[in-house]
């Protein structure tokens, strides 16, 4: 009996809490200007290919006029978060906590902590101008799919989603072609247009510079059929 009244009251506060993440969210990143968000292990060491690989290409997007956002963690984000810092950029960090402590990494001049990983994900994806994913496990690819289902579904105005090490990725993207869109046709041909290889950081930036610019001063074009609306 005393569950079924004291569960109302936590669901309440719950929804208090929520609020609150999405509005220091709003309210700390409205002003940070066009941002990428990187995602990748954090199970990365930094002596690991990809931890050096995620610096370089975090210090490329800061050169090109980009905040950069992470998870906030170890690993990739770590490294992405020491490549926008120490090319004197805004280094974002959106924390979570975990049952095995997330412990921040030392690199974010901007850091936010969240409880629930939806409204993390919000943050993710409303300030950032292009995803760019390295190798990683479950996180990474919730992340990686759901830009493509957003992008799909005509949820989210198009944006470049970059996918660094082709060596990683290249076993996915097969069975993608081979299973998803051959065999049983779950996807369409144009759904593996929404993602680019790529493993130099140089050019990774480049694809987003070159995205930005081709919006022009009206920002990002939604595709066919949406309408702009004011956030």
Request: proline share 5%.
């Amino acid at each position: 009996m005393m569950d079924s009244i004291e569960n109302p009251v936590q669901d309440l506060w719950r929804i208090f809490r929520i609020m609150a993440e999405f509005t220091e969210g709003f309210e700390e990143l409205a002003s940070v200007g066009p941002a990428v968000s990187i995602f990748g292990s954090a199970r990365t060491g930094p002596e690991d290919q990809y931890y050096k690989l995620a610096e370089r290409t975090a210090s490329e997007i800061v050169k090109a006029g980009f905040a950069v956002i992470t998870g906030g963690g170890s690993g990739v984000m770590e490294a992405a978060n020491k490549g926008a810092t120490k090319a004197g950029g805004m280094s974002i960090g959106l924390n979570i906590e975990l049952p095995l402590e997330q412990i921040p990494n030392e690199y974010q001049n901007l850091s936010l902590h969240f409880r629930y990983f939806f409204c993390r994900k919000v943050m993710f994806l409303k300030y950032a101008h292009g995803f760019i994913v390295f190798p990683g496990g479950y996180g990474t690819m919730d992340e990686f799919f759901e830009s493509l289902v957003l992008i799909q579904t005509l949820k989210q105005a198009s944006f470049p989603v970059i996918l660094m090490g082709s060596e990683y990725w290249e076993g996915l993207i097969e069975w993608m072609k081979e299973k998803m869109l051959k065999e049983y046709e779950y996807i369409s041909p144009e759904d593996m247009n929404v993602f680019t290889v790529v493993d130099d950081p140089q050019a990774a930036a480049k694809i987003i510079v070159d995205f930005r610019e081709a919006q022009g001063p009206a920002g990002i074009e939604l595709p066919t059929g949406m309408k702009k609306t004011q956030t």
